[in-house]
Nanobody, 118 residues
Framework: QVQLVESGGGLVQPGGSLRLSCKASEKIIYAMAWYRQAPGKEREFVAGISSGLSTTYFTPSYRDSVKGRFTISRDTALNTVYLQMNNLKPDDTAIYYC?????????WGQGTQVTVSS
């Protein structure tokens, strides 16, 4: 079974940047996404990227609140998906998870905590 391990989170001041990584235990040919869950809220979609296969390509997509600030990318050779987060805001504080898109319930990992605070 595929295991996804997120890393790169931390405490950052508003306006700062972080780069999250999601390392898969094996090659994944599915579309991938980052999700986040803030305290007291439901988990939500943040950004998605296609599988890399020419037959299933789609332009990376983002929730409105992170457009222009976050960038999702993947390195197929390293089985890794990234989320570059710039100009972070306190509302971005959450645990960030990666998973397939749509998510596979069996693949949820521990996530990585992102805290944006002065």
């Amino acid at each position: 079974q595929v295991q996804l391990v997120e890393s790169g989170g931390g405490l950052v001041q508003p306006g700062g940047s972080l780069r999250l990584s999601c390392k898969a235990s094996e090659k994944i040919i599915y579309a991938m996404a980052w999700y986040r869950q803030a305290p007291g809220k439901e988990r939500e979609f943040v950004a998605g990227i296609s599988s890399g296969l020419s037959t299933t390509y789609f332009t990376p997509s983002y929730r409105d609140s992170v457009k222009g600030r976050f960038t999702i990318s993947r390195d197929t050779a390293l089985n890794t998906v990234y989320l570059q987060m710039n100009n972070l805001k306190p509302d971005d504080t959450a645990i960030y998870y990666c998973n397939t898109r749509p998510p596979n319930q069996a693949y949820w990992g521990q996530g990585t905590q992102v805290t944006v605070s002065s």
